[in-house]
């Protein structure tokens, strides 16, 4: 076995104790529970709101003791996967379902278009924080020449030494398995704006329309030929049960794979869900987005079985073209959306995903009233509506050193759920 995947003893203690915890966890009845209500979501069924928190942040915002004990690098990545299936579980309290299993991914290598964006970043102490992007495209009609498609590759023998590392570690306690996609949204503007830059965009939308659908119909080419590598290479992996899925979700499903797959057979993208977005277009109108954005990820998400569309944009500006995207699902509610409009629209057919605004538990004060206002007003909204909903609490970068914040947040979900449900 390479050095990459060596095990150290003490290493391996420290996660088989973790293990113990996590597997007792998913076992618990009240996460049982919590499972039952996911696949109900994923049918549009749910009984209540289910509750989620996302902390970019990190760990050390809800435990700011922690301190990952293993040496290996892929083991501190397990010791972290199971440390934050604990904390939701035993500190935050949400609906993040916990399954008996640790997950490992495929090792695979994408190449970049031949070009790659620069960024100038600020002096900081952070990891995270503002940037600015230097476009390597600077006139679109005369460097399109410089784009070429990514290439693609997978080290088999890798994968499997992590498999079976990870196998020896946890054997009698946790199962091992493949999950993960080498994607976190289908979505093509981030990566155009990434080549040409975000006022370029809109720009050319004007000034060379016609070499920015030659670029959007490229991105698309070029995100199918990923999808139609994984699919002949055998690299897809499901994610129907306590998969990432959307801007802050969960996969469960009874629905996928897709019934016509043969037990056994090689995944398909229609046997997954995708996300699919368009952020940095929130400043453009309906009938642009439908011209130059829409038809290229549609084409996208006509290949998946499930579309979870939307980030931090107010989709419903957009709805009258975006409501037309092949196999819609799940939609993102951002903080900057309009509720009523989305809960009447979405309705009893398509999964109420909503996000609020994460300045409620990150700013000085903590003012309960006001969140227990706005959760009010969601679910008030979405139970008339007969939304199956959830609710992320997700973009949280602070909690203004007050580490009980989460948990208290959803505490008083919790009153209002009883309250209402």
Request: glycine share 6%; proline share 5%; aromatic share 10%.
């Amino acid at each position: 076995m390479s050095t990459e995947w060596k095990i150290l003893p003490e290493d391996k203690a420290i996660l088989r104790e973790l293990a113990v915890r996590v597997r007792d966890a998913a076992l618990n009845p009240l996460n049982q529970e919590r499972i039952r209500l996911w696949y109900l979501h994923g049918e549009n069924k749910c009984e209540r709101p289910l509750l989620l928190t996302e902390t970019d942040g990190g760990l050390l915002m809800v435990k700011p003791d922690l301190k990952l004990r293993c040496t290996e690098a892929w083991a501190q990545n397990c010791e972290s996967q199971l440390q934050q299936s604990l904390i939701h579980f035993e500190e935050i309290g949400d609906d993040f379902p916990i399954e008996p299993y640790i997950n490992m991914g495929w090792q695979i290598y994408i190449s970049d278009f031949g070009v790659a964006a620069s960024y100038e970043r600020p002096m900081s102490d952070g990891v995270r924080g503002a940037f600015h992007i230097d476009p390597p495209l600077k006139d679109l009609e005369r460097d399109f020449g410089l784009l070429h498609h990514r290439t693609f590759a997978v080290d088999r023998d890798s994968t499997q030494e992590g498999l079976d590392a990870a196998r020896e570690v946890f054997d009698g306690i946790l199962g091992v398995q493949l999950r993960g996609n080498p994607w976190w949204t289908m979505g093509l503007t981030q990566q155009a704006i990434y080549l040409i830059g975000l006022e370029e965009l809109m720009l050319y939308m004007y000034d060379q329309p016609e070499a920015l659908h030659r670029l959007m119909a490229f991105l698309r080419d070029d995100y199918c030929a990923l999808l139609d590598w994984m699919e002949t290479e055998e690299l897809l992996n499901p994610n129907n049960t306590n998969e990432y899925v959307g801007s802050g979700s969960r996969g469960y499903t009874h629905a996928l794979p897709q019934p016509d797959r043969v037990p056994g057979s090689p995944l398909r993208t229609q046997d997954l869900w995708t996300l699919i977005e368009s952020q940095e277009t929130v400043g453009v109108g309906p009938e642009l987005y439908e011209e130059f954005i829409f038809p290229y990820e549609n084409a996208i998400a006509q290949r998946f079985g499930r579309v979870y569309y939307g980030c931090c944009e107010p989709v419903h500006t957009r709805w009258d073209v975006l409501k037309r995207m092949a196999n819609l699902r799940r939609v993102s509610v951002s903080p900057w959306c309009d509720e009523a409009f989305m809960a009447a629209a979405l309705g009893t057919h398509i999964g109420y995903s909503r996000k609020p605004n994460p300045s409620l538990v990150s700013t000085e004060i903590f003012d309960e009233a006001a969140i227990r206002d706005d959760l009010y007003t969601t679910m008030a909204l979405t139970r008339a509506h007969g939304c199956s909903t959830e609710i992320a609490m997700k973009d949280v970068h602070t909690l203004n050193n007050d580490p009980t914040r989460l948990a208290r947040w959803v505490k008083i979900a919790r009153d209002v759920i009883t309250e209402l449900y």
